[in-house]
């Protein structure tokens, strides 16, 4: 799981707000965008072996600091006032800023697409105020071609600027072009243009390579070698003193439109423009948080995470040895399971590819399976038929079996970020399946296309097409669903809990002393020394939310006798969910254990596994366990802070211990999840704002705890935001 920063920014907007296969155009306008989210600037298709693009800068005063100060990849230790995206739509474009404070530069890039699929890149230089007036900086873009034997010819000087040709059989005969735009107030120094053949599957190392080049004795005083020629990586070099701008121009002789410098900037408006007047239309603020600094901070926040979109591509490390250790049937079954994984035999499965949103473009620029499930809450919003080829996306790395690897590192340069210990995938890992909950929204909005604002979309208007999206998914959501009840079953065989509908009681596989990574609560504390027979109340709760949506799905589908099965499986799920797991002591839900190797007991920390079945709409409204769940909620000595809803209790013996990663901090996506069980009615509108669970508001029911939860969720949306 990720920092705090990506839930944060996947729920800001609907904290203030009130509201919540694809054609040929469809696809053209999702082919190119800025899909390498782990660089700050990084352009690519949605096309293995194809054209690479990115941009590298630096303090150019002298050849020491331009090595030292050569900036690529999203890094958190290299002096950043900040950076991402301040407004960014993935059809259109946008603008993304750098506030370099270490090179005392901020780097604008503004991108531009067209519908047919040709894209621009304006790259403005300005000097921070703290700057020396002869501050010289490099600018370094490049491209790059990935497959084998393929390459560009490049030259220099070219109308002024620099071109490269090539052709591919998807993208066709192509150029790009780099154009200077000099201002006034700049001094341009020289352009250096070098062009090599290296390993294609090394392209990505691109400035180690550029390190390397600009260390030769050929390039002089800390420029490249000019060498402009054939090769499958080309860089140009742009030094200067001031402002300096310029344009990097891609057009296809398939398109009908040559990008130009005249129609970038007509598109960089247009996409600035078009965004602004959608996000209004979509988002509606409410109070009090209706400032424009409430609106622009939304925006930002909205334009990170659909920049964040990246497409990935490669093969994955995966233990397929089914060694008897991963069953964790014994006592002590971390530690063989630990010895097990060293000396299996790992494989690389694939070429895989993927199309998802990353929750850190930093810390971890890949897809997280369960993280997807709520960013795609806010993506479906603002555009329904991205969020379902993203859900696509996913799906299509499912096996026969129905397994998924929870966390996607697919080739090189996905694992140059991850310690080798954490890069094997194995079949028997699971994760919390929130990619369920997109598809309950989507049906929502499919049976009811008035929820939805956002970008046009081919599923909602016409029937056939979302129903057909549905029919062709269901199967594979079953599977999934399949494989999920049978690796993480639970086993009662040996410590029976009376009364228990014994199929519908599960646990996360990988569990360790310290660890349940499985499970998106990594460090939440469960039962010492673990057990194979212990229980996970998380566990059982997320298995209730893939059933209450197949059941939806199925209902929709007329697919009758599914419809009786998992009615039946819901009911017994929830039976399980308060006769085993309800600690009459404890007054909470809790994990359970065996101790003594003969008898059951209940592990109680209370915190976010205490309320999940409630976040997930698993406790009715006549449960007369509610309103203990809602006291727990609420107690200041338990979860409740001025900043949301804690992650677990301040009388527990873990709070704050350890990593401290889910013992005691705030985390949004849970706090999310219990305000949309808490929501009050404000009107028809609020339906715009469509529940990640599958039951009704609790606010928005008549009964016992409406005002209560009425209350609640005005005073946690208040302490959330103001937060």
């Not at 220099?156 to 006034?184: H, K, M, P, Y």
Request: hydrophobic share 35%; aromatic share 12%.
């Amino acid at each position: 799981m990720s920092p705090l920063i990506y839930p944060l920014g996947f729920v800001w907007w609907l904290l203030l707000s009130t509201s919540e296969g694809l054609s040929e155009a469809n696809d053209a306008s999702l082919l190119w965008g800025p899909y390498r989210p782990n660089l700050y600037v990084g352009i690519r298709p949605r096309l293995q072996g194809s054209l690479v693009a990115g941009l590298m800068w630096s303090n150019a005063d002298s050849f020491t600091s331009l090595l030292t100060n050569l900036r690529h990849t999203c890094e958190q230790d290299e002096g950043m006032a900040g950076y991402g995206w301040t407004s960014y739509d993935i059809r259109t474009g946008g603008a993304h800023v750098v506030n370099d404070t270490g090179n005392q530069v901020d780097l604008v890039t503004q991108f531009s697409k067209s519908a047919e699929g040709n894209w621009g890149l304006r790259v403005t230089s300005l000097p921070r105020e703290d700057a020396a007036s002869h501050k010289q900086t490099s600018l370094f873009f490049y491209v790059g071609m990935e497959g084998a034997g393929a390459t560009l010819d490049c030259v220099n000087n070219f109308s002024g600027g620099f071109a490269c040709t090539g052709r591919t059989s998807e993208l066709g005969n192509f150029n790009v072009l780099v154009l200077d735009r000099q201002s006034d107030n700049s001094t341009f120094k020289k352009t250096s243009v070098k062009s090599l053949t290296v390993a294609p599957d090394d392209i990505w190392q691109a400035k180690s390579i550029l390190s390397e080049e600009l260390a030769r004795p050929s390039s002089h005083e800390g420029l490249l070698e000019q060498q402009a020629g054939q090769g499958n990586l080309h860089f140009v070099q742009k030094t200067f003193e001031g402002t300096f701008e310029l344009d990097v121009l891609f057009s296809s002789d398939i398109m009908s439109q040559t990008m130009t410098s005249d129609v970038l900037t007509e598109g960089i408006s247009e996409a600035h423009l078009g965004f602004q007047e959608r996000f209004r239309s979509v988002y509606t603020p409410s109070g009090p948080f209706q400032t424009e600094e409430y609106a622009r901070f939304s925006q930002h926040l909205l334009s990170n995470l659909i920049g964040g979109i990246g497409y990935f591509h490669g093969k994955s490390r995966v233990d397929t040895s089914s060694s008897l250790e991963y069953s964790e049937a014994s006592l002590d079954f971390w530690e063989k399971a630990t010895s097990a994984r060293a000396h299996a035999v790992i494989e690389e499965h694939g070429p895989y590819h993927l199309f998802s949103t990353v929750p850190s473009r930093p810390f971890f620029p890949r897809g997280f399976l369960w993280d997807e499930g709520f960013h795609l809450q806010v993506v479906l919003d603002w555009d329904m038929d991205l969020a379902l080829e993203i859900v696509s996306s996913w799906f299509e790395l499912m096996n026969e079996d129905g397994w998924i690897a929870r966390e996607q590192i697919l080739g090189p340069e996905a694992r140059s970020k991850v310690p080798p210990e954490f890069q094997v995938q194995y079949p028997h890992y699971a994760n919390p399946p929130t990619m369920f909950s997109v598809l309950g929204a989507f049906l929502e909005r499919l049976k009811e296309p008035s929820l939805y604002s956002g970008a046009p979309s081919q599923h909602l208007s016409d029937f056939a097409v979302g129903k057909g999206f549905l029919n062709e998914i269901y199967p594979k959501l079953k599977t999934h669903y399949r494989w999920f009840c049978r690796t993480q079953a639970g086993n009662l065989t040996n410590y029976p809990r009376p009364g228990s509908a014994i199929n519908q009681t599960y646990r996360w596989r990988g569990r360790t002393p310290q660890h349940t990574l499985t499970s998106g609560l990594d460090d939440y504390p469960r039962a010492q020394p673990p057990h194979p027979e212990e229980l996970h109340v998380d566990a059982l709760s997320w298995v209730g939310s893939m059933v209450v949506t197949l059941k939806r799905i199925s209902v929709f589908l007329g697919e009758k006798e599914d419809e009786r099965i998992f009615s039946k499986q819901e009911r017994e799920i929830i039976r399980s969910i308060d006769e085993i797991h309800w600690s009459e002591p404890d007054q909470a839900y809790c994990d359970t254990t065996v101790v003594n190797r003969t008898t059951p007991k209940k592990v109680c920390h209370k915190g976010y596994v205490s309320v999940l079945p409630f976040c997930l709409g698993l406790v009715d409204p006549n449960n007369p366990h509610l309103g203990v769940v809602l006291d727990l909620i609420h107690d200041p000595e338990e979860l409740w802070s001025p900043f949301g809803v804690r992650s677990l209790s301040t009388k527990d013996k873990y709070y704050g211990t350890s990593e401290d990663y889910w013992r005691g901090p705030v985390w949004i996506n849970i706090n999310y999840m219990i305000l949309e069980r808490l929501l009050v009615s404000l009107g028809p509108e609020v339906m715009r704002m469509r529940p990640l669970t599958q039951g009704k508001e609790l606010a928005q029911q008549d009964g016992l705890h409406q005002s209560r939860a009425s209350e609640m969720y005005r005073e946690l949306r208040l302490n959330l935001v103001n937060t």
